[in-house]
């Protein structure tokens, strides 16, 4: 399809990892992005990772890329209560930086 | 860091008048920036690539004739909703790039915007 497929929800035990997963469309993106969204605030760059890679590692985020399958998964270890807000994966498509098509979002819920 | 603001940050409106959402980079020079639209629960959709001193291209569906952009210096862009109908009641929200560094783009927090 055309779309970036994330799933809508996930619900984590404080201390815990949590796994939000990404299927993206175009094979020849350049960069691939997770962005955080907190109630009121803008999006927030997490992290990014260039089409070439297949892992990225950033204090408690992990960044793992299957281009064949055009999936990408955020690990984010030990997860906090703050952690809460919605994750969205980006795609940036074509040739021209910055033109990034977003997946729906995953709103991840972290329990004390 | 690199800061994004946005004015106004809501507004209601009634269908057929015009509204102008203003998006400024407050602490670098963009060269480029970006027009979204996000409705509830949705995804961002991007609408159109600002480029400073050079008309707007617009994605696949959206209306130019209807979603106004200028980009008249590095730190502004302006989004004008012209004769807004109900169902252009959505979420606006601009990104900026930073013209030193184009593998990251800094978001603005949003335009809510309310056609009655």
């Known amino acids: 399809g055309e779309d970036v497929e994330q799933s809508l929800f996930l619900s984590v035990r404080e201390g815990d990892s949590s796994v939000i997963n990404c299927t993206y469309t175009?094979?020849?993106?350049?960069?691939l992005y997770w962005y955080k969204q907190e109630p009121g605030a803008g999006l927030q760059l997490l992290t990014y990772?260039?089409?070439?890679?297949d892992m990225k590692q950033d204090q408690r985020l992990t960044v793992l890329l299957n281009k064949k399958d055009k999936h990408l998964s955020l690990r984010i270890a030990d997860t906090q209560t703050g952690d809460s807000a919605i994750y969205f994966c980006?795609?940036?498509?074509?040739?021209?930086?910055?033109?990034?098509?977003f997946g729906r979002g995953t709103q991840l819920t972290v329990w004390p | 860091g690199a800061v994004v603001s946005q004015h106004p940050s809501w507004v209601i409106c009634k269908s057929g008048t015009s509204v102008k959402i203003e998006c400024r980079s407050l602490?670098?020079?963009?060269?480029?920036m970006f027009w979204y639209r996000q409705f509830p629960k949705q995804s961002l959709m991007l609408m159109a690539t600002?480029?400073?001193?050079?008309?707007?291209?617009?994605e696949q569906g959206v209306e130019k004739d209807k979603f106004l952009i200028n980009h008249a210096s590095l730190t502004l862009s302006t989004l004008t909703v012209t004769s807004a109908h109900p169902e252009d009641s959505s979420f606006y929200i601009c990104?900026?790039?930073?013209?030193?560094?184009?593998?990251?783009?800094?978001f603005g927090p949003g335009t809510r915007l309310t056609v009655l």
């Open positions: 990104s900026a790039r930073d013209g030193r560094r184009l593998d990251e783009q800094f």
């Open positions: 175009d094979s020849s993106s350049t960069y």
């Open positions: 990772i260039f089409s070439n890679m």
């Open positions: 980006a795609e940036n498509r074509g040739s021209t930086l910055g033109r990034l098509y």
């Open positions: 602490d670098f020079q963009a060269t480029t």
């Open positions: 600002s480029n400073e001193g050079s008309k707007a291209t617009y």
